[in-house]
Structure formats: structure tokens, C-alpha cells
Antibody
């Protein structure tokens, strides 16, 4: 069965960086885009970005594009989301999610499988 | 502040029909597919609608959606207690070159 398993909770100081992992299983890793979505405590959902595990190409939310980097390791079927220069406003649960659409086609926002979420807390 | 506006709350009694709106612009809803998600407390979102009006397998046909101009809507008919959740619309925004989520609507079953 399809599973996305994320790394554990992180506590970081302002200005630091965090790298969250998302390990995929149960399907061909390179066949589906992976998105990252975050949710601050008590707030709504916010799209962070997308990675194509096949070619490694990425797309980021404009407000984060200077600080976020998404990478993948095909040998371990894992994607990573790194966020730098952390601020208190980055405190949120970060989810990875699989796009229904295969990487041979244009991506979508139809996310059928989600990771369990990783809480990133930024506090001095 | 999101470019997609939803009402903060909506409510109904069991069996009623509830509609949630999602208002955008020509650079997002007006030109792209809309997707809808349901999020129960403490859980990851669940896909309800894709390509503006398509339901994934397993989603009850009580959930339906439409898009007209720069707005979209999600309807829940035959409201049930388990429908009490937060609902979000999402679409691509051509100006931002990224996906944008709506502000979210909390549905309460009275």
C-alpha cells in the first residue's frame, strides 16, 4: 500500500535551518510528483512547493522561494524539504503529499496520499 | 492573506444541504481547475474533488462541486455528523506561479 512516512518533530532557533524527510513506499517513486503543504497552529493550509522525483525539477511558493529547497534521493525513495533562515512564523506542521498525476503529465493539486505531518517549532 | 476567499463557517442540521463558496479571480479559478479538501481535526487533509467537479473513488456522491467564472462551490447534501470538518479549496494561480489554498470553512452540524 502507498505510504509516505515523514521524519520526526523538530525544534529550531530563529535563523537556523530545518530539513524534513518524506519516505515513499508502495508505488514507483519516480512516477508521481510530491508536494509540500504546511499548516500553522490553528490556521489554514499553505502550499509550500512541489518536486518531480523523476527529474528533480521543483516549484516553490513565491513567498518562500528564497528560503526553501526540495531535493530527492531516488536510491531511498525519499524527498526532502529544507527551510532556512527560520522565523517564528514558520512554526507549523509540514505535510508531504503525493500528486495523483504521473510525472509524464502536468502536475495538479489532486493529492491522494499524505504523510503524517512533521511539527517544526521555531522558538528562541 | 489568501487570494481565495471562503466563508469562515457554515452550518446545517442533519439531512440538510450546505454550500461553501470559494471566490477568486481570473488568474486562478477563472483559468484553472479547482480542488476541494476535507480536514478532520488533527488529521491530514483528504481529497474530495479534483478537476473542479470529479470525485475520487470512495468519496460519497453527497459531495459535489462546480465552477463558474471566478468562483467555485462545494455542496454537501444529506449532511451527516461526520461531515463536521474544515473544508478548503485550492487551485493554481497564474500570477503567483503556484498553488493557492482558500482561507478554509469550518462546517458545523447542528
Amino acid at each position: 500500500q502507498v505510504q509516505l512516512v515523514q521524519s520526526g518533530a523538530e525544534v529550531k532557533k530563529p535563523g537556523a535551518s530545518v530539513k524534513v524527510s518524506c519516505k515513499a513506499s508502495g508505488y514507483t517513486f519516480t512516477s508521481h510528483y510530491i508536494h509540500w503543504v504546511r499548516q500553522a497552529p490553528g490556521q489554514g493550509l499553505e502550499w509550500v512547493g512541489i518536486i518531480n522525483p523523476s527529474g528533480g525539477d521543483t516549484g516553490y511558493a513565491q513567498i518562500l522561494q528564497d528560503r526553501v529547497t526540495m531535493t530527492r534521493d531516488s536510491s531511498t525513495s525519499t524527498v526532502y524539504m529544507e527551510l532556512s533562515s527560520l522565523r517564528s512564523e514558520d512554526t507549523a506542521v509540514y505535510f508531504c503529499a503525493r500528486d495523483i498525476v504521473v510525472t509524464a503529465a502536468h502536475n495538479s493539486a489532486a493529492l491522494d496520499y499524505w504523510g503524517q505531518g512533521t511539527l517544526v517549532t521555531v522558538s528562541s | 492573506q489568501s487570494v481565495l476567499t471562503q466563508p469562515p463557517s457554515a452550518s446545517g442540521t442533519p439531512g440538510q444541504r450546505v454550500t461553501i463558496s470559494c471566490s477568486g479571480s481570473s488568474s486562478n479559478i477563472g483559468d484553472n481547475f479547482v480542488y476541494w479538501y476535507q480536514q478532520l481535526p488533527g488529521t491530514a487533509p483528504k481529497l474530495l474533488i479534483y478537476r473542479s467537479n470529479q470525485r475520487p473513488s470512495g468519496v460519497p456522491d453527497r459531495f459535489s462541486a462546480s465552477r463558474s467564472g471566478t468562483s467555485a462551490s462545494l455542496a454537501i447534501s444529506g449532511l451527516r455528523s461526520e461531515d463536521e470538518a474544515d473544508y478548503y479549496c485550492v487551485t493554481w494561480d497564474d500570477s503567483l506561479s503556484g498553488y493557492v489554498f482558500g482561507t478554509g470553512t469550518k462546517v458545523t452540524v447542528l
